[in-house]
């Protein structure tokens, strides 16, 4: 069975700051790799996934996130943060095994606050 | 971008009581999932259904929690009877394949 860690559950950085936010995760086979955003009282919004090749992906808004496959991690990093990046992000691993089975598990997410 | 709607955005329901949740999924998609997310806490996986099936659900998808998609309409989750655990925000989303899922807004449940 897959899991997901994130250990913050709540960050906060200043404006205009770098960002990093820690997600570890658990499964045996080849994971796919999701980061999602959700704002008060709003569903999820895909930031950007990882399913194979470069490393290193690009999402919306800026961020970005890197696989590393010995450390099971795939932290998200933006370089400076805006006040409207203020939501919590989940990090999310799918199994995805060539089935009809395309279910994600999620860390308990990060609340992110920017402050002026 | 296209969307996947739920209705209602809330609902309050006596305990004991039956309670439907809609969902409407992206047209050309072809895999359903609801998800449950108790305040302030993570998403968890509810049940998953592909052709017109279950194909997985997890130990949250009590025996009172039913699925179905009738005739290509509203995916719905039926709740029979609630309870009071069964309160909070329902999220329904659908993928055309794999897991780029489109979530909705959720449907806020409280059961009193």
């Known amino acids: 069975a897959q899991s997901v860690t994130q250990p913050d559950a709540r960050v906060t950085v200043s404006e205009g700051a770098s960002l990093q936010l820690r997600c570890k995760y658990s499964?045996?086979?080849?994971?796919?790799l999701f980061w999602y955003v959700q704002y008060p009282r709003q569903g999820l919004q895909l930031l950007l996934k990882?399913?194979?090749?470069?490393?290193v992906v690009q999402g919306v808004n800026g961020f970005e996130a890197e696989f590393i496959k010995s450390n099971s991690s795939f932290h998200l990093r933006k370089a400076s943060v805006h006040w409207s990046d203020s939501a919590v992000y989940f990090c999310a691993v799918s199994a995805d095994s060539g089935g009809s089975n395309y279910k994600l598990t999620f860390g308990k997410g990060t609340l992110l606050t920017v402050t002026p | 971008g296209p969307k996947v709607l739920q209705i209602p955005s809330h609902q309050i329901i006596d305990m004991g009581q039956m309670v439907t949740l809609n969902c409407d999924p992206v047209?050309?998609?072809?895999?359903f999932y609801w998800y449950k997310q108790i305040l302030g806490q993570q998403m968890e996986f509810l049940v998953n259904?592909?052709?017109?099936?279950?194909?997985?659900k997890s130990k949250l998808f009590k025996d009172q929690f039913s699925v179905e998609r009738p005739d290509g309409s509203y995916f719905t989750l039926k709740i029979q009877p609630t309870a009071l655990e069964d309160s909070a925000v329902y999220f329904c989303?659908?993928?055309?394949?794999?897991?780029?899922?489109?979530f909705g807004s959720g449907t806020r449940l409280l059961v009193i």
């Open positions: 990882y399913y194979s090749g470069d490393p």
């Open positions: 259904f592909y052709n017109g099936k279950v194909m997985e």
């Open positions: 047209s050309n998609h072809l895999y």
């Open positions: 989303a659908s993928s055309l394949q794999g897991s780029d899922y489109t």
């Open positions: 499964y045996s086979g080849t994971p796919y």
